[in-house]
């Protein structure tokens, strides 16, 4: 089990990184265009930690809750109760500046987010992408795939003409087209290549948010091979057991096996009773003797040993594939996967708006910190995936145009463009309310939803 102190560490660096780039963002765009910078912070509250630089003695300040952060700009109509500003510095007033520049400085901090998935993503391709080759079990009769004409063995090669790098690439290709009728997919089939139309248009809005490529007959073949161990959680029974990560587990009481799944079936028909584990360990066989626990998962009682697994690696070795790119194509790709991933943000948020998605896809700090757990134990470019991922959200929220947010104050400076004068006092403070009070129905939104997925998985 992830422990709740590795849970919070990976929160913690997650929102650290994301905010301090997005506030990095405003502070060099405002620095450069020559705006003087009173305080940098890393939270909000009370500072942990506080110390100026530079010639402006600008305040750089850890505080002590981390959900966020704020660059403050010198600025006249913010100036504190019996500040002094002296003439030299009223040039450099955050409210004095042309709307161009302002609006420079306020878009700097969620491009420096998209900028930041940009560089995450050319970093893992540059590193190389560990994936699966898009290759077809036998679909069940009566689903689409079936109804295509899918066979066993085939390969997925392309979706729309584009070609296809992996299956995990194929999940998400097909999640961009949601909502579309159907789906030209190019098919490798011996030494031929054969075009099918994948029939969408009986997907519910359901369907599309839980396991859709099951849903459409899309399953990856797994080779007959015993599964090996990916992960051991500490402290579960697969731990207590002597288990560990890269063992292979050849048979359950004497019965060999032949996948993940028969292994998960037999260990979870075995709560609180003993089982006999036959395993491979780097060329040796061993015995163990294992006790699943007992975990109460939809009203029924299975058993559990804390344990990861996978396919066997040697049987998987023919069908594995690593993407890499050099760092000019990597760099391209990055802002590809940020372009495609911004746009499909925003598109889930419309189809939220207009009642085609569920409101239960807006996730809070809760979920942000368990899945920054998760990612964590799952290794470094897991973790660095989950950060550009959330780092794209960070940026694109920040882009809405809802007032307090930079997106808010993006569309004040853009009316300002067009008539030609800021907008009055009254009009700004009804903005702030408005904004204030949406912002609190998202959050307690987000809480709600953050509580009902995650409560009954604390307390099974």
């Not at 520049?101 to 970093?123: D, E, F, Q």
């Not at 069940?140 to 003409?161: K, L, N, R």
């Not at 940020?338 to 189809?351: D, I």
């Not at 799952?378 to 930079?406: E, H, R």
């Amino acid at each position: 089990m992830i422990s709740a102190m590795q849970t919070v560490a990976a929160f913690l660096l997650t929102i650290g990184v994301l905010v301090t780039f997005h506030e990095f963002g405003h502070y060099l765009v405002g620095r450069l265009l020559g705006v003087k910078v009173l305080r940098f912070s890393i939270g909000f509250g009370k500072p942990l930690y506080l110390r100026r630089f530079g010639p402006d003695q600008t305040e750089f300040v850890v505080a002590a809750i981390p959900l966020g952060g704020f660059v403050r700009f010198l600025d006249e109509s913010e100036a504190a109760e019996g500040e002094v500003i002296t003439v030299a510095d009223s040039d450099r007033a955050f409210n004095r500046q042309k709307v161009w520049k302002r609006l420079l400085i306020v878009a700097a901090g969620p491009l420096a987010n998209l900028l930041l998935a940009v560089l995450l993503y050319a970093g893992l391709y540059v590193n190389g992408v560990d994936g699966l080759r898009a290759v077809l079990a036998a679909p069940p009769a009566g689903t689409a795939a079936a109804q295509a004409g899918f066979t066993d063995h085939d390969e997925i090669v392309a979706v729309d003409g584009r070609p296809l790098e992996s299956w995990q690439e194929l999940r998400w290709r097909l999640l961009r087209v949601s909502g579309a009728p159907s789906v030209e997919l190019s098919v490798g089939r011996g030494d031929e290549t054969l075009m099918r139309k994948l029939d969408l248009k009986g997907l519910s809005t359901t369907d599309w948010e839980g396991p859709f490529l099951d849903t459409l007959g899309l399953r990856l073949y797994l080779p007959a091979a015993p599964p090996g161990v990916l992960r051991v959680l500490e402290g579960r029974a697969g731990a207590a057991a002597g288990l560990r990560a890269d063992d292979i587990i050849l048979a359950i009481d004497d019965q060999p096996l032949s996948g993940v799944g028969e292994a998960r079936r037999i260990i979870a028909a075995h709560p609180d009773q003993s089982v006999r584990l036959k395993i491979s360990r780097a060329g040796s066989t061993l015995e163990l003797v294992a006790t699943p626990e007992a975990k109460s998962v939809d009203g029924k009682t299975i058993g559990q040993l804390g344990i990861d697994l996978g396919p066997n690696p040697t049987a998987f070795a023919s069908y594995r594939v690593r993407t890499q790119y050099g760092i000019a194509d990597a760099i391209g790709r990055g802002a590809q996967k940020t372009w495609e991933l911004s746009v499909f943000s925003l598109k889930m948020l419309g189809r939220i708006v207009i009642g085609e998605a569920s409101l239960k896809n807006i996730s809070g700090p809760l979920t942000v910190a368990d899945y920054a757990g998760q990612s964590a134990q799952q290794g470094a470019s897991t973790f660095i995936l989950y950060l550009a991922v959330i780092s794209i959200s960070l940026g694109v929220l920040n882009l809405l145009p809802i007032p307090l947010l930079d997106g808010g104050h993006l569309l004040y400076y853009m009316v300002e463009v067009i008539k030609g004068s800021p907008l009055s006092d009254r009009i700004l403070q009804m903005g702030q309310q408005a904004g204030m009070f949406l912002l609190a129905a998202l959050m307690a939104l987000a809480l709600y939803n953050d509580l009902f997925r995650l409560l009954p998985r604390i307390f099974s």
